[in-house]
Protein backbone atom coordinates (compact mmCIF):
# COMPACT_ATOMS: atom_id res chain seq x y z
CA UNK A 1 0.00 0.00 0.00
CA UNK A 2 1.70 3.35 -0.88
CA UNK A 3 2.35 5.30 2.05
CA UNK A 4 3.34 9.22 2.79
CA UNK A 5 7.25 9.08 4.42
CA UNK A 6 9.09 11.65 6.39
CA UNK A 7 12.70 11.99 7.48
CA UNK A 8 14.02 12.62 9.24
CA UNK A 9 12.39 10.46 12.29
CA UNK A 10 14.14 12.84 15.05
CA UNK A 11 16.46 16.00 14.86
CA UNK A 12 18.09 17.52 17.33
CA UNK A 13 18.64 21.07 17.45
CA UNK A 14 19.68 24.38 18.69
CA UNK A 15 17.67 27.52 18.71
CA UNK A 16 18.23 29.74 15.96
CA UNK A 17 19.18 26.87 13.22
CA UNK A 18 17.63 26.24 10.18
CA UNK A 19 16.06 23.14 10.33
CA UNK A 20 14.61 21.15 6.71
CA UNK A 21 11.82 18.37 6.89
CA UNK A 22 11.38 16.29 3.80
CA UNK A 23 8.20 14.45 3.26
CA UNK A 24 7.63 12.19 -0.20
CA UNK A 25 4.10 12.20 -1.05
CA UNK A 26 1.99 9.06 -2.19
CA UNK A 27 2.92 9.89 -6.17
CA UNK A 28 -0.15 10.62 -8.17
CA UNK A 29 -1.00 12.99 -5.29
CA UNK A 30 -1.53 16.58 -6.39
CA UNK A 31 -2.11 18.14 -2.49
CA UNK A 32 0.32 18.51 0.10
CA UNK A 33 -0.27 19.26 3.10
CA UNK A 34 2.08 20.39 6.56
CA UNK A 35 0.61 19.85 10.24
CA UNK A 36 2.26 20.15 13.67
CA UNK A 37 1.51 18.48 16.99
CA UNK A 38 3.23 19.44 20.20
CA UNK A 39 3.40 17.69 23.05
CA UNK A 40 -0.09 16.67 24.61
CA UNK A 41 -1.95 19.45 22.53
CA UNK A 42 -3.91 18.75 19.11
CA UNK A 43 -2.99 18.63 15.52
CA UNK A 44 -2.93 22.21 14.39
CA UNK A 45 -2.63 23.08 10.19
CA UNK A 46 0.78 24.69 8.76
CA UNK A 47 -0.08 25.03 5.17
CA UNK A 48 -1.63 23.65 2.02
CA UNK A 49 0.43 23.66 -1.25
CA UNK A 50 -1.04 22.48 -4.64
CA UNK A 51 0.55 23.66 -8.19
CA UNK A 52 3.58 24.76 -7.15
CA UNK A 53 2.08 27.56 -4.68
CA UNK A 54 0.44 27.46 -1.25
CA UNK A 55 -3.05 27.66 -1.58
CA UNK A 56 -3.48 28.30 2.22
CA UNK A 57 -1.84 28.59 5.93
CA UNK A 58 -2.64 28.97 9.23
CA UNK A 59 -1.65 32.02 11.60
CA UNK A 60 1.23 29.68 12.66
CA UNK A 61 2.98 29.22 9.19
CA UNK A 62 5.05 33.22 9.60
CA UNK A 63 8.29 34.22 7.93
CA UNK A 64 10.18 31.79 9.26
CA UNK A 65 8.43 28.86 7.70
CA UNK A 66 8.49 27.72 4.20
CA UNK A 67 7.48 25.01 1.77
CA UNK A 68 8.69 24.19 -1.28
CA UNK A 69 8.34 20.57 -3.84
CA UNK A 70 11.76 20.94 -5.19
CA UNK A 71 12.09 18.05 -7.56
CA UNK A 72 8.96 17.02 -7.89
CA UNK A 73 8.55 13.98 -5.96
CA UNK A 74 9.96 15.83 -2.45
CA UNK A 75 8.20 17.92 -0.33
CA UNK A 76 9.60 20.22 2.34
CA UNK A 77 9.28 22.58 5.14
CA UNK A 78 11.66 24.95 6.23
CA UNK A 79 12.14 26.99 9.50
CA UNK A 80 14.85 29.20 8.89
CA UNK A 81 15.79 29.95 12.68
CA UNK A 82 13.96 27.43 14.88
CA UNK A 83 12.87 28.73 18.76
CA UNK A 84 12.27 26.59 21.14
CA UNK A 85 8.43 26.73 20.42
CA UNK A 86 9.05 24.91 17.14
CA UNK A 87 9.57 21.64 18.92
CA UNK A 88 6.61 19.69 18.12
CA UNK A 89 5.74 16.74 15.41
CA UNK A 90 5.62 17.63 12.11
CA UNK A 91 3.22 15.84 10.00
CA UNK A 92 3.03 15.70 6.70
CA UNK A 93 -0.10 15.41 4.16
CA UNK A 94 -1.06 14.41 0.56
CA UNK A 95 -4.13 13.65 -1.36
CA UNK A 96 -5.55 13.04 -4.70
CA UNK A 97 -7.41 16.28 -4.29
CA UNK A 98 -11.07 14.12 -5.25
CA UNK A 99 -13.33 15.80 -3.95
CA UNK A 100 -13.98 14.45 0.03
CA UNK A 101 -11.17 12.10 -0.67
CA UNK A 102 -9.15 11.14 2.37
CA UNK A 103 -5.80 12.17 3.45
CA UNK A 104 -2.91 10.18 4.08
CA UNK A 105 -0.16 11.03 6.82
CA UNK A 106 3.11 10.28 6.95
CA UNK A 107 4.61 8.76 10.47
CA UNK A 108 5.73 12.51 11.13
CA UNK A 109 9.18 13.92 12.65
CA UNK A 110 9.78 14.75 15.72
CA UNK A 111 11.52 18.26 16.34
CA UNK A 112 13.63 19.41 19.30
CA UNK A 113 14.87 22.64 19.84
CA UNK A 114 17.71 23.14 22.37
CA UNK B 1 -15.03 26.16 10.26
CA UNK B 2 -18.24 24.06 11.28
CA UNK B 3 -17.61 22.55 14.81
CA UNK B 4 -17.76 19.16 16.09
CA UNK B 5 -18.46 17.98 19.62
CA UNK B 6 -16.93 14.86 20.96
CA UNK B 7 -16.61 13.29 24.63
CA UNK B 8 -13.11 13.64 25.51
CA UNK B 9 -12.55 10.47 26.04
CA UNK B 10 -14.60 7.01 26.37
CA UNK B 11 -13.69 3.39 28.11
CA UNK B 12 -14.65 -0.16 26.05
CA UNK B 13 -14.12 -4.17 27.11
CA UNK B 14 -12.27 -5.79 24.25
CA UNK B 15 -14.41 -7.21 21.73
CA UNK B 16 -17.40 -5.68 22.54
CA UNK B 17 -18.85 -2.80 19.73
CA UNK B 18 -17.56 0.75 20.18
CA UNK B 19 -20.10 3.60 19.47
CA UNK B 20 -18.24 7.11 19.53
CA UNK B 21 -20.67 10.00 19.32
CA UNK B 22 -20.09 13.12 17.46
CA UNK B 23 -22.13 16.19 17.82
CA UNK B 24 -22.46 18.52 14.60
CA UNK B 25 -25.63 20.82 14.94
CA UNK B 26 -24.50 23.41 12.07
CA UNK B 27 -23.27 21.05 9.36
CA UNK B 28 -23.63 22.76 6.21
CA UNK B 29 -25.13 21.18 3.20
CA UNK B 30 -22.27 20.82 1.62
CA UNK B 31 -20.10 19.14 4.24
CA UNK B 32 -18.61 15.77 4.51
CA UNK B 33 -18.10 13.71 8.51
CA UNK B 34 -15.08 12.46 8.50
CA UNK B 35 -13.61 10.24 10.68
CA UNK B 36 -9.91 10.01 11.38
CA UNK B 37 -7.67 8.40 14.36
CA UNK B 38 -4.29 8.73 15.75
CA UNK B 39 -2.98 5.74 17.41
CA UNK B 40 0.15 6.30 19.78
CA UNK B 41 3.05 7.83 18.38
CA UNK B 42 2.10 7.60 15.04
CA UNK B 43 0.65 10.34 12.57
CA UNK B 44 -3.09 10.77 11.86
CA UNK B 45 -4.70 7.69 9.95
CA UNK B 46 -8.35 7.93 7.72
CA UNK B 47 -10.96 5.90 8.67
CA UNK B 48 -14.33 6.70 7.05
CA UNK B 49 -16.37 9.44 5.38
CA UNK B 50 -19.99 9.63 4.77
CA UNK B 51 -22.59 12.59 3.73
CA UNK B 52 -26.07 11.29 4.45
CA UNK B 53 -26.32 7.49 4.44
CA UNK B 54 -25.05 5.29 6.46
CA UNK B 55 -21.27 4.11 5.83
CA UNK B 56 -19.37 0.73 6.24
CA UNK B 57 -15.52 -0.32 5.20
CA UNK B 58 -13.42 -2.74 6.69
CA UNK B 59 -12.74 -0.79 9.53
CA UNK B 60 -15.62 0.50 10.62
CA UNK B 61 -19.24 1.56 10.23
CA UNK B 62 -20.52 5.82 10.11
CA UNK B 63 -24.10 6.06 11.33
CA UNK B 64 -25.40 9.58 10.27
CA UNK B 65 -28.44 11.07 11.75
CA UNK B 66 -31.45 12.18 9.74
CA UNK B 67 -30.96 15.63 10.23
CA UNK B 68 -26.96 15.33 9.80
CA UNK B 69 -26.74 17.52 13.10
CA UNK B 70 -25.08 13.90 14.85
CA UNK B 71 -23.35 10.90 13.76
CA UNK B 72 -22.03 8.06 15.33
CA UNK B 73 -18.50 5.79 14.39
CA UNK B 74 -19.15 2.03 15.51
CA UNK B 75 -15.93 -0.08 15.96
CA UNK B 76 -18.10 -3.58 15.87
CA UNK B 77 -15.69 -5.18 17.79
CA UNK B 78 -13.04 -3.46 19.61
CA UNK B 79 -9.64 -4.46 20.22
CA UNK B 80 -6.35 -3.30 22.38
CA UNK B 81 -4.80 -1.94 18.70
CA UNK B 82 -8.09 0.40 18.26
CA UNK B 83 -6.87 2.61 21.71
CA UNK B 84 -6.22 5.90 19.82
CA UNK B 85 -7.71 9.61 19.72
CA UNK B 86 -10.62 9.55 17.27
CA UNK B 87 -11.69 13.02 15.14
CA UNK B 88 -14.75 13.81 13.97
CA UNK B 89 -14.17 16.36 11.33
CA UNK B 90 -16.90 18.27 8.74
CA UNK B 91 -14.71 19.12 5.59
CA UNK B 92 -16.38 21.10 2.86
CA UNK B 93 -16.79 20.09 -0.64
CA UNK B 94 -14.06 22.02 -2.14
CA UNK B 95 -11.00 19.85 -4.25
CA UNK B 96 -8.22 20.95 -1.66
CA UNK B 97 -10.14 21.70 1.67
CA UNK B 98 -7.74 20.94 4.86
CA UNK B 99 -8.56 19.14 7.56
CA UNK B 100 -8.73 20.95 10.78
CA UNK B 101 -8.50 18.67 14.16
CA UNK B 102 -9.83 19.38 17.44
CA UNK B 103 -9.50 17.39 20.48
CA UNK B 104 -11.15 14.40 19.80
CA UNK B 105 -11.84 11.28 21.98
CA UNK B 106 -9.23 9.38 23.67
CA UNK B 107 -10.60 5.61 23.46
CA UNK B 108 -9.21 3.57 26.10
CA UNK B 109 -9.69 -0.79 25.42
CA UNK B 110 -9.63 -2.34 28.47
CA UNK B 111 -8.52 -6.39 28.14
Redesign the interface.
Known sequence: EPE?TQTPSHQVTQMGQEVILRCVPISNHL?F?W?RQILGQ????LV?F?NNEI??KSEIFDDQFSVERPDGSNFTLKIRSTKLEDSAMY?C?S?T????G???????SRLTVL | DAKTTQPNSMESNEEEPVHLPCNHSTISGTD?I?WYR?LPS?????VI?G?TSNVNNRMASLAIAEDRKSSTLILHRATLRDAAVYYCIL?S????D???????TRLHILP
Open positions: VYYYKVEFSYSEFAGGVNTELFFGEG | YHQQGPEYHLRYNRDKIIFGKG
